[in-house]
Antibody, heavy 116, light 106 residues
C-alpha cells in the first residue's frame, strides 16, 4: 500500500521561502511521476508541478517562476520550494502520485499559513 | 488555461437518490478527465479516471461519462457515506480542477 507523507513548517513569513518534503513508502519513487498540489481554504485544488526520478520537471505556468521541485532517490523523497511567499500562498499542500494525469495516491496534506 | 466549470455548486439530496453532477471544459479535452470525492479535512480521493474508468475499490454506484467538453458523474443510489464535495479535473493540458459540487443532505 503506497503512502505519502508531507512534512515541513506550518507557518511561514511573507517574502520567505516555503520548503516541504514528501516521503513515499510502499513504492519506489523511481516507479512513477510525483506531484505537488495545493488547495487554499474553501477553494479548488491547484496543481503546482511534478517531477520524475531522473529530475525531469514541469510546472504550472502561473507558479513556474517561484517553484523548484527536487528528488532524493536515496531517501525515497521529493521536495518543494516556493519563494516570495504572500498570503495568497496560504493553503493545504498535498503531495500525490501522478503527473499531468489523474492522481491515485495523495498524502494527508499539510496546512501552510503565510503570516507575519 | 483550460477552465473547468461544475454544476450545480451545491446539491441537496436524500439517501437512495440518483445524483448527477456536470462538468464542462472551456475547450475539448477528449476523455482526459477525472472525478474526486473530498471530505472535510481529508485529501481528495480518486473515483473515476479517463472519464469513465472506475478506480479500484470504488463502489459501482459511481459512474462517469462524457467526452470533449461535457462530462457527468452519476451516483446511482446515494449512500450516507457519499455526502461530500466532488471535483472534476482535466489533464489534457497541464491539470486544472473544477470549483467543486457539495452534496448535502436534504
Amino acid at each position: 500500500q503506497v503512502q505519502l507523507q508531507e512534512s515541513g513548517p506550518g507557518l511561514v513569513k511573507p517574502s520567505e521561502t516555503l520548503s516541504l518534503s514528501c516521503t513515499v513508502s510502499g513504492d519506489s519513487i523511481t516507479s512513477d511521476y510525483w506531484s505537488w498540489i495545493r488547495q487554499p481554504p474553501g477553494k479548488r485544488p491547484e496543481w503546482i508541478g511534478y517531477i520524475y526520478y531522473t529530475g525531469s520537471t514541469n510546472f504550472n505556468p502561473s507558479l513556474k517562476s517561484r517553484v523548484t521541485i527536487s528528488v532524493d532517490t536515496s531517501k525515497n523523497q521529493f521536495s518543494l520550494k516556493l519563494t516570495s511567499l504572500t498570503a495568497a500562498d496560504t493553503a493545504v499542500y498535498y503531495c500525490a502520485r501522478g503527473r499531468d494525469s489523474h492522481y491515485d495516491r495523495w498524502g494527508q496534506g499539510i496546512l501552510v499559513t503565510v503570516s507575519s | 488555461d483550460i477552465q473547468m466549470t461544475q454544476s450545480p455548486s451545491t446539491l441537496s439530496a436524500s439517501v437512495g437518490d440518483r445524483v448527477i453532477i456536470t462538468c464542462r471544459a472551456s475547450q475539448s479535452i477528449g476523455t482526459w478527465l477525472a472525478w474526486y470525492q473530498q471530505k472535510l479535512g481529508k485529501a481528495p480521493k480518486l473515483l473515476i479516471y479517463k472519464a469513465s474508468n472506475l478506480e479500484s475499490g470504488v463502489p459501482s454506484r459511481f459512474s462517469g461519462s462524457g467526452s470533449g467538453t461535457e462530462f457527468t458523474l452519476t451516483i446511482s443510489r446515494l449512500q450516507p457515506d457519499d455526502f461530500a464535495t466532488y471535483y472534476c479535473q482535466q489533464y489534457n493540458s497541464y491539470s486544472t480542477f473544477g470549483q467543486g459540487t457539495k452534496v448535502e443532505a436534504k
